[in-house]
Structure formats: structure tokens, C-alpha cells
């Protein structure tokens, strides 16, 4: 770790707390395609699992926090907070299919509860 510190450091890269938040939210965000490309691979189709838009939620709140409290760069914060709706509501999509799928496995449970 040190080693890539002073590699950083001779190339004049900035380190900080609020530049490791930002490149991990960079990183995960990235990942998500990743993630896509191996359930493809594993399905001989493209899909996209829900991973993929769990993954990109968590990237994008990451990386938007960076953006809005050390950057204070309106265009990361927009073009980062604009799609996280959608993927907000493609991963409660995917919760809600799920706790009904389950609720259909087991009828013995309440139709209205769905916390367990």
C-alpha cells in the first residue's frame, strides 16, 4: 500500500479520504458491467441481473457523495443523482417480485405481511 501511495504521490495524484470515496464509488459503479457480462456468460444471453442495478445504485450514491461534498461539481452531482430513480426502482422491482415469489412458495404466510 505504501508503494502505490508513492507512485501516486510522484505522479502529483492527490490522496485523501474524499479521493478513495470517490474512486471507489468510481469503481463499483464500473463493476456493474462486469457483473452483467458474467451472468451473460453464465446465461448464454444477455441479461441483466439485479445485481447490476444493486451495484449501480451503491456506485452512484458513492460517487454523487463525493461529487456533492468535496467536488461541489454540479455536473458529476446531476449526471450521477439524475438516473439513481431508476435504478432505485428497478432494485425494488426486482424486492417486490421476489417477496411475491416467496409469499407463492409458502401460502401458509400472511398475504399482507411482508416483513419476516
Same mark, same amino acid.
Given at each position: @500500500?505504501?508503494?502505490? &501511495?508513492?507512485? &501516486?504521490?510522484? =505522479? ?20 456493474? $458491467? ?17 445485481? $447490476? ?7 452512484? @450514491? ?8 468535496? #467536488?461541489? /461539481? ?6 450521477? &443523482? &439524475? ?5 432505485? #426502482?428497478?432494485? $425494488?422491482?426486482?424486492? #417486490? ?8 412458495? /409458502?401460502?401458509?404466510?400472511? =398475504? /399482507?405481511?411482508?416483513?419476516?
Amino acid at each position: @500500500m505504501q508503494s502505490l &501511495l508513492a507512485i &501516486l504521490q510522484l =505522479a502529483a495524484v492527490e490522496v485523501n479520504a474524499w479521493k478513495i470515496i470517490g474512486w471507489t464509488g468510481n469503481l463499483i459503479f464500473g463493476l456493474r $458491467f462486469f457483473w452483467q457480462w458474467i451472468a451473460s456468460e453464465r446465461a448464454k444471453k444477455s441479461i441483466i441481473p439485479p445485481g $447490476f442495478w444493486e451495484i449501480s445504485l451503491l456506485g452512484s @450514491m458513492i460517487y454523487t457523495s463525493y461529487f456533492i461534498f468535496y #467536488r461541489h /461539481d454540479s455536473v458529476g452531482i446531476i449526471s450521477n &443523482l &439524475l438516473p439513481l430513480p431508476l435504478y432505485a #426502482r428497478n432494485v $425494488f422491482l426486482h424486492w #417486490r417480485e421476489a417477496v411475491s415469489h416467496k409469499k407463492a412458495q /409458502d401460502p401458509t404466510k400472511e =398475504a /399482507d405481511s411482508f416483513l419476516e
